[in-house]
T-cell receptor, first 114, second 111 residues
Framework: DTGVSQNPRHKITKRGQNVTFRCDPISEHNRLYWYRQTLGQGPEFLTYFQNEAQLEKSRLLSDRFSAERPKGSFSTLEIQRTEQGDSAMYLC????????????FGPGTRLTVL | KQEVTQIPAALSVPEGENLVLNCSFTDSAIYNLQWFRQDPGKGLTSLLLIQSSQREQTSGRLNASLDKSSGRSTLYIAASQPGDSATYLCAVCSNTGKLIFGQGTTLQVKP
């Protein structure tokens, strides 16, 4: 399958622990996006990369959140000192630059902070 | 600040009905608009993308229209089926590429 993949699919953690999620985009896509979705809401933009450069970060992305895309391929999103309010679905999407710019989404990582 | 609103929040129809989902946005300076489908607990599936210069796009039983000047888009579903039951999300794309989503319309098609 050549779609966007995310791991793990589910993560349950205790408050105060650190968690890391991984996203593997479609191979030829140079843009990669992270979104967060809480129950009953539409996804909200967190950050995006063009190749390895992080070009924009939402103010939702507090200093406990960090995202990387070291070689312009896969990306990781780390949350330090998790809080119950971090419980959400974390979605990754990828696209080509310019043109139709259609974004293709992965299945998401469901985070539950106890 | 761009805001996207979807009406109605929920919709229940009998199988076979044609239906329209509405999306409105406050800033007409968009790059494109995408409609997505989301099944419970799953990721998003792209249905249709309309470029800012286009008026509509069609795929099978789905037709999406875009009126940038009035800040509106509609998703028309013909001959609805129980398998169409899902949440439908509208998202506008800024020139930086990020998507701004509405809250979605949850559709239930009853057999």
């Amino acid at each position: 399958d050549t779609g966007v993949s995310q791991n793990p699919r589910h993560k349950i953690t205790k408050r105060g622990q650190n968690v890391t999620f991984r996203c593997d985009p479609i191979s030829e896509h140079n843009r990669l996006y992270w979104y967060r979705q809480t129950l009953g809401q539409g996804p909200e933009f967190l950050t995006y990369f063009q190749n390895e450069a992080q070009l924009e970060k939402s103010r939702l992305l507090s200093d406990r959140f960090s995202a990387e895309r070291p070689k312009g391929s896969f990306s990781t999103l780390e949350i330090q000192r998790t809080e119950q309010g971090d419980s959400a679905m974390y979605l990754c999407a990828s696209s080509l630059t310019g043109g139709a710019n259609e974004q293709f989404f992965g299945p998401g990582t469901r985070l539950t902070v106890l | 600040k761009q805001e996207v609103t979807q009406i109605p929040a929920a919709l229940s129809v009998p199988e076979g009905e044609n239906l329209v989902l509405n999306c409105s946005f406050t800033d007409s300076a968009i790059y494109n608009l995408q409609w997505f489908r989301q099944d419970p607990g799953k990721g998003l599936t792209s249905l249709l993308l309309i470029q800012s210069s286009q008026r509509e796009q069609t795929s099978g039983r789905l037709n999406a229209s875009l009126d940038k000047s009035s800040g509106r888009s509609t998703l028309y579903i013909a001959a609805s089926q129980p398998g169409d039951s899902a949440t439908y999300l509208c998202a506008v794309c800024s020139n930086t590429g990020k998507l701004i989503f509405g809250q979605g319309t949850t559709l239930q098609v009853k057999p």
